[in-house]
């Protein structure tokens, strides 16, 4: 009998919450505007510098709403940590490689992160505000992975990234990865070689396919909470055995 206990507590030690239930993304999305404010309106190194940190957070708020078991969110937060630290130090000695590798790791951050948020979006039997503020973090989540990715392949290329010299920093590529995801397309930016313009084209296909598809979905299937019912008045109409009350009787 005790050795059957054990077994019983070792595996509710590993059992992994209802992936049903879902997860509550208000943090996680507060976050990544602040993230993308920071940035986009603060030309500080330090503010690139540490945003491979807030992307660290992301990734751990949405692993903290993940339905995986036990061992595996302290395997991958374990890992986020000990990679993120290397790739910030690394950063810091100003070389093109160094930069390049931060940048890679941001967008294996972001990349993990938002699998981890829709896989928890759709498993959700109904559709509640959590699920739309997920949807619209997985969005933004989307575009700044691809600006990791863009910033990263102009650190490992030997030409300008954008055309007529425009200036390639985070913030620019902030800017391009949003236009070109909501395909805006204002055509002050454009990537001036063949691997950029594809990995530019992706994220347009992957930015209309999201809001047509998940993004759409959830918004039409999302109903608010149904007021509490009121409880019934009783019946004053007359007795139970159909006799006159006293106030008929008064009245009469």
């Given at each position: 009998?005790?050795h059957?206990?054990k077994?019983?507590?070792?595996?509710t030690a590993?059992?992994?919450?209802?992936?049903?239930?879902g997860g509550?993304?208000?943090?996680?999305?507060?976050v990544?505007?602040?993230?993308?404010?920071?940035?986009?309106?603060?030309g500080?190194k330090?503010?690139?510098?540490?945003q491979?940190?807030?992307f660290a957070?992301?990734l751990?708020?949405?692993?903290r709403?993940?339905?995986?078991?036990?061992p595996w969110?302290?395997?991958i937060?374990?890992?986020?940590?000990?990679g993120?630290?290397v790739?910030?130090?690394?950063?810091l000695?100003?070389?093109?490689?160094?930069?390049a590798a931060e940048d890679?790791?941001k967008?294996?951050l972001?990349?993990?992160a938002v699998?981890?948020?829709?896989?928890?979006?759709?498993a959700?039997?109904t559709?509640t505000?959590?699920?739309?503020?997920g949807?619209?973090?997985a969005?933004?989540?989307?575009g700044?992975?691809f600006?990791?990715?863009?910033?990263?392949?102009?650190?490992?290329s030997?030409t300008?990234?954008?055309?007529?010299?425009e200036p390639?920093?985070?913030?620019t590529?902030?800017?391009?990865s949003?236009?070109?995801?909501?395909t805006l397309?204002?055509?002050?930016?454009?990537?001036a070689e063949?691997?950029?313009?594809?990995?530019?084209?992706?994220?347009?296909?992957?930015g209309q396919?999201?809001?047509a598809?998940?993004?759409?979905?959830l918004?039409?299937?999302?109903?608010?909470?149904d007021?509490?019912?009121?409880?019934?008045?009783?019946d004053?109409s007359?007795?139970?055995?159909?006799?006159?009350?006293?106030?008929?009787?008064?009245r009469e």
């Amino acid at each position: 009998m005790a050795h059957t206990g054990k077994r019983e507590r070792s595996g509710t030690a590993t059992k992994a919450p209802p992936a049903h239930l879902g997860g509550r993304y208000g943090l996680l999305l507060l976050v990544l505007i602040g993230t993308y404010l920071l940035v986009a309106f603060s030309g500080a190194k330090l503010a690139t510098e540490i945003q491979v940190l807030l992307f660290a957070l992301v990734l751990l708020i949405a692993l903290r709403n993940s339905p995986m078991p036990r061992p595996w969110p302290l395997v991958i937060g374990a890992v986020t940590v000990i990679g993120t630290a290397v790739t910030f130090l690394a950063s810091l000695s100003g070389s093109l490689d160094g930069k390049a590798a931060e940048d890679l790791w941001k967008a294996l951050l972001l990349l993990m992160a938002v699998i981890m948020v829709v896989h928890r979006v759709l498993a959700k039997r109904t559709v509640t505000i959590q699920s739309i503020y997920g949807a619209l973090s997985a969005y933004i989540i989307i575009g700044l992975m691809f600006a990791s990715v863009f910033a990263a392949a102009d650190y490992l290329s030997t030409t300008d990234f954008f055309v007529n010299n425009e200036p390639a920093n985070t913030q620019t590529f902030q800017y391009f990865s949003f236009t070109t995801l909501t395909t805006l397309g204002y055509g002050d930016f454009t990537a001036a070689e063949s691997g950029g313009r594809s990995i530019a084209v992706l994220e347009a296909l992957t930015g209309q396919i999201f809001l047509a598809t998940l993004v759409a979905r959830l918004v039409a299937a999302y109903r608010t909470p149904d007021p509490p019912e009121q409880p019934e008045l009783p019946d004053r109409s007359g007795s139970e055995d159909g006799n006159p009350t006293d106030d008929d009787e008064r009245r009469e």
